[in-house]
């Protein structure tokens, strides 16, 4: 089942490894490097290999059945 949760961030964009721990589904930093070299995310619907790929607000991550969605704020 996948669920599906927003996430704001302060700035104009932020790196996908740090969007992951933000979010809270993975615990650090080496889990986030893994999972995204690996494959297993994709933005906006395509497979995402970099770490520092910029996120930005109306984007949407999706990793082990979970959409985060990027808003402005926080």
Known sequence: MSTEHEVP?????IRLGQLLK???V?????????VIEL???SVDGAPEVRR???VRPGQSVIFAGQT???VAGG
């Open 52 to 54: 520092g790929a910029q």
């Open 9 to 13: 961030i302060r700035d104009e964009s």
């Open 22 to 24: 933000l979010a809270g």
């Open 68 to 70: 985060i969605r990027v």
């Open 26 to 34: 993975v615990d650090d930093g080496a889990m986030a490097r893994s």
């Open 39 to 41: 494959g297993e995310v």
